[in-house]
Structure formats: structure tokens, C-alpha cells
């Protein structure tokens, strides 16, 4: 059937292409896109590594020196400078995926339970739910910024209403990431619950109909009917929250500067995404920033090849 | 456990349903509160002099109401922040109507025209929309420069133009329309310019729409790419702007929740513009 049709539709398409025939037409519609996807993303990839190899002062362009694996070789001697900041910094992200990667789920998964009902009002709060995730993270950060600070901050009034000693959120751990991973939380908890929200609307009411007339209690549905089926869309979710929190960079910038400062130059909630930008951009060594860079990315990469290969033979 | 038991009475389950109704309903009002005060105390700290900023207790409402914090903002030569939003705003739309251009013609090639190569580049494209965008600041960086784009909107606008989302969302809509109309119109001797611009274009306004707004919001919303690119202050758009506000406003929090709040409102005005007007859209569909 498939083919048939296929064919059909081919040989339709090739007869109408005939009549109009000019071959260079096509190449005209793609060439805007194309022109502007060579260029910056196309070859950026190669651009990119190529970069890597060299040591690139971007104030002193003319002292660039193609120096082949040095900027690699000190990111991975112990003794160099950017070592620990750089590692650190990394270890810092993944702390940030490990902190935020789960709560990103759980609770999404349980607003969509909750939204999931005929309770009244229920696109009301779906919307009011999802609308932070409408702001910049410029703006999530500023708002974080001010929420958790020690002087004024609204966090501490209510803590201290209650008789808390509050802690210093921005300048001592674990504080700060908590409320990094807050801010976070508040701000994309709403996009997740909609992706799970719509995958638990299209289960059909009668698995749960039948399943209740059988006996089993509302958790033991959720457990052997609503997570199964749920499994796909879950795992999607995982996989972008995990990328997303990996490209952690305005909530930090805004909120901590990445501190408390360390010793060795680093900061203590500063992602690799900001030591990126202060490597390459601050400090202007863009042949470091892109070698920085290239191993993010291939971490990146690998972990999405990954996921998309088990989830794919899963399937 | 209400699943459980067979209902004794249907009054009894009623009652409960009403119960576990206003129970839930309490409990998303809770969340919903939660999700405002960030919000809230924004737009609070915005109307409040600098007196009532540390105040020792809460107040919600401000004691005495003042503009003066977005006056100091609005009258600041040195932060111009009028000019970030007009830029912010005029950068978004051109960024919008380009994508929107050069993506849905090359969308419409893609699905719709036979071209050699054509497998082969989309292919391309796609394998391209999972790369990360960490490894592309640097090496973008250094070609807008060599082109002697940084301080200009250029550097921020052509970078946009080579995504590979819109020529994605547009050809998988373009395939979905049916193809009898278009043929038509090339019978009628329609060019396969004009059959794009006068068929298969009307049909996409949807998706067309859908598109420009995500392009829109990724574009107002945007802060690392300009704050590495415009350097200028009268250039910079409202995100790296908030940046220099915090920086040039140490712990004047009125002022940065002023600049906050520019930044935030237009754009949650126009989110509940179109939850309302999806929700007419959906409920005229039911």
C-alpha cells in the first residue's frame, strides 16, 4: 500500500516537475537558509576545533600561534592553571544536573497528575503554571538575585517570621545552590508538566475504569498503568532537562558570580558555561575557550548519541 | 482508596467528590501563589522607595507607592534602558519576519520540490539540530568580527537566520498539506514561486504563526549571544541590559526590579494574550 501510493505520488511529482522544469529554481528557495547555515553552523564545526590548536589572544590577534594540542594538554595536567578551574567547574555543572535534573521531573510529573483531573479552573492553572518559563533567565536570575539576598530578601523574612536563623543563600554553600536550583525550578517546571500533561491525557480513561472496577487503589494505577505508559515520554523529558540544565549559565551569573570564590580561582557555583565566557571572553584566550569548549561538547554529544541509541533500540 | 470501596450511597460519593474537589482546588491555588511571588515582590520592590526596601517585616503593598524608581532608570543617560527596549523590540521583529522568510522557503523546497541533493542536505541539517550550542560561541564569535559585525545588530541577527528548527517545524507542515492545490495552480501555469507565495503560504499562516512566536520569545528572551556581541550600551537589547543595571546599580534593588519588570511584562502580556486567545480558538473548536 505504502509503496504503491509512494510511487504514485513520485511519479505525480516527477510529471508536474517536468512541466515547470527549471532545475536552478530549488537552489534558489534553499540558498538563503543554506548561505547562513554554512556559515554558522556548518562551518563553526570545524572552525571550532580548528581554533582549538591555536594560543589566540583576541586583543593581540597578530601573536596567535598554532600551539596543536597544548591548550588539550593543559587542560589535562594537574599543575597547569586552568586544571582546576576548569574541572571544577564541570564538576559544578554536573552537581547542578544531579541537583536540578530530578526535582525538574518529579514535580512536573505530579502538577500533571494534579492537573490531569476535571477539577474547575484546570487551564487556568496550567497556564499560570507554565508562564514563568516565558521570562528570559536574565530576568530569572535578577529576580533570584533579590529574593535570596541576606539584606531584604523576601526567603528571610518568612524564615526568620518563622523563627529560622536564615543562611547567607548567595555566599555560602550549600545555600547558593539551593537556590539556584530553586529560581530553576520556577522557572521551567511549567514546560515540563505540559509535555507530561498531554502524554497522560491521550491514556485512555478505560484502562483506569477497568483497573478500578478490579480493585486496584489509585496509586497502584499510577504505578501499573499511568508510569508504563508514560515511559517514552518520560525518558524525552529526562533527556532535554539533563541538556538543559547542562547549559546552566544566567541563574549563577546573575545570582552568585559563581561564588564563593575558591582559592584557586574558581567559584564554587560557577558552571563550565560561565568558565567558558570568562576564559574566552574576559580573559580573551579564545583558543583556550574553544578547547574548553570542544570538550563540553563532546560530552554533550556523546551523552545525546547515547540516550538517543538506548532509547531507540528500547523502542 | 475513594476507587476502592463500591459507593455505599451516591450522596456519600458525591459529597466526597466536592470534598477532594475543593481539596485539590486549595491545594493548585497554593502552587499557583507560589508561582506568582516572584512576581509579585518584583513588581512590589518596583513601586517602593528605597526606604522600604529593607524594612524588617513584609509588605506586600507598598507603604507609600512611587514611580521614582523607573524614573531614575528612564532618565539615566548612561543606561538607556528606552533604547534597550525599542532595540530589543525592533531586533526580535526583524529577527522574526527573516526566519520566518528564509526558513519557510526553504522548508518548502525541502518538502515540496525535487532537487539534486535534497535527501542529502535535509539530512544534513538534521543531524545538525542536537549539536550543542556551547561549541559554537567561539568560532561565530571570531566570524562576526572578521566581518566587523561586533556593535552591530548584524552579528546578532545572521547567526539566527542558520537555525535549523524553522526549516524543520515548516517542512513537516508543508508535507501535511495536500498536494491537489498546488498542483492545481501549476497547471494553471503558476510559477513554483508564485504557487509557495500565492497556495502553499496562506495554508501555513498556523504554523507561520507558531513559529514567529517561538522565534520571537527565543529572541527577546536571548542574553549570552548580544551580551558577547553588542558591546555599545545604546545597543545593548533588555537581558544584557539587566546585566549592566545590576552592575551599575549595586544593591539598588527598586531600580533593578524597575528593569526587571520592563524586561518581563510585554512579554507575559503577550503570553496571556494567547492563552486567551488559544482557549476562544479551543473552545469554538469543542
Redesign the interface.
Known sequence: MAVATGTA?QV???R??K??G??L???L??A???I??L???????F??LY?SFFRFD?LRPEAQQFVLLDNYAKLFSPDSIQFPVFWNALGNTVKFVLYSVPPLIIIPLL?AV??N?R?????F?R???F??W??????VG??????F?S??G?VN??L?RLGITPPRWLSTLPWAWVAIVA?TL?WTV?FNMIILLAALQDIPRQLYESA?LD????WQ?FVSITLPILRPVLVFVIIITI?AS??L??QP??MTNGGPAQATGGGSTEPV?LR??RE??ERNQ?GM??AM??I??TI??IF?YTNFRLFRTRE | ????QPPAHPGGMRRRKLIN?IL??A??TF??L??????L??LS?SFKPKSQ??????HWIPKTFTWENYLSILNNDTLPIVRWFVNSLLLSGTITLLVL???S??A???AR????G?SA?FA??LA?L??????????????I?RFGWLNNYLGVI??A??G?FG?FFMRQFFESLP?ELE?AA??DGA???QT?TQIALPLAKPALATLGIITF?GA?????WPL?ILKDRQLLT???G??TL?GAYT?E?GQ??A??AI??IP??L??ILL?RSS?RASRRRA
Not at chain 2, 526596601?53 to 513584609?58: G, H, I, Q, T
Open positions: 505520488e505525480k511529482q516527477r508536474y516537475q512541466r515547470t527549471n532545475q529554481v530549488p537552489y528557495f534553499i538563503p537558509h543554506l547562513f547555515f556559515i554558522f553552523v556548518a562551518y563553526p564545526f572552525y571550532g581554533i583576541f502538577l494534579l492537573l483531573t477539577v474547575p479552573g484546570r487551564n492553572f497556564g499560570l503554571y508562564s514563568p516565558v521570562l528570559s533567565a536574565a530576568v535578577l529576580l533570584g538575585f533579590w529574593i539576598q539584606q531584604g523576601l523574612f518568612y526568620v529560581m520556577w511549567g478500578s480493585g486496584a487503589t489509585n494505577q541538556i547542562f547549559n549559565f544566567a551569573f546573575f558555561m567558558i565566557y574566552g571572553f579564545l575557550a574553544a569548549s570542544f563540553v561538547a554533550m554529544i545525546s | 482508596m475513594a476507587t476502592t474537589n485539590l482546588l491545594l493548585l502552587i499557583g507560589l508561582v506568582l511571588v516572584p512576581l515582590w518584583m520592590t526596601w529593607f524594612l524588617p517585616e513584609v522568510a528564509v526558513d522557503l526553504a518548502y523546497a525541502y520540490l525535487e532537487f539534486r535534497r542536505l544534513l541539517l545538525t542536537f549539536l550543542p550550542g556551547v561549541m559554537f560561541l567561539v568560532p561565530n564569535f571570531l566570524t568580527a545572521t547567526p537566520l542558520a535549523v526549516v498536494r498542483e501549476q497547471i510559477t513554483q514561486f509557495f520569545l527577546w528572551n536571548d542574553f549570552l558577547l533588555l537581558p544584557p539587566l546585566r545590576q544593591s534593588y533593578m526590579m528593569g526587571a524586561t518581563a512579554i507575559l503577550l503570553y492563552q482557549s
